[in-house]
């Protein structure tokens, strides 16, 4: 069993930054991969990027390439996401998401691991 925690969150005015974290405790992995997903009020919940934990493979949404950066801490068991030139269109709730087999794979059914999400407010 893996737990997940999401941190990092909060509001932040249109052009600036945050940095998520997830801290991963439990049973111990790496053969897994991590990945970021992201729900606002009355959409679904959509994928915004991925990390394989050994290799270090990443995968984006085309709408954050370029401004969001994913990145893993694997001594800590911790990844990040690095966001930057924030859009109101990135509000939303960010989860954090694991799965056992890697390669990455955009769909969010094929993760079994959750966090129980962190708020991101973007002002215009």
């Known amino acids: 069993q893996v737990q997940l925690v999401e941190s990092g969150g909060g509001l932040v005015q249109a052009g600036g930054s945050l940095r998520l974290s997830c801290a991963a405790s439990?049973?111990?992995?790496?053969?897994?991969?991590m990945g970021w997903f992201r729900q606002a009020p009355g959409k679904e919940r959509e994928f915004v990027a991925a990390?394989?934990?050994?290799?270090?493979?990443?995968v984006y949404a085309d709408s954050v390439k370029g401004r969001f950066t994913i990145s893993r801490d694997s001594a800590k068991n911790t990844g990040h996401l690095e966001m930057n030139s924030l859009k109101p269109e990135d509000t939303a709730v960010y989860y954090c998401a694991a799965k056992n087999n890697p390669p990455v794979t955009r769909d969010r059914y094929e993760y079994d691991y959750w966090g129980q999400g962190t708020q991101v407010t973007v002002s215009s």
């Open positions: 990390i394989t934990w050994s290799g270090g493979t990443t």
């Open positions: 439990g049973r111990a992995r790496s053969s897994y991969a």
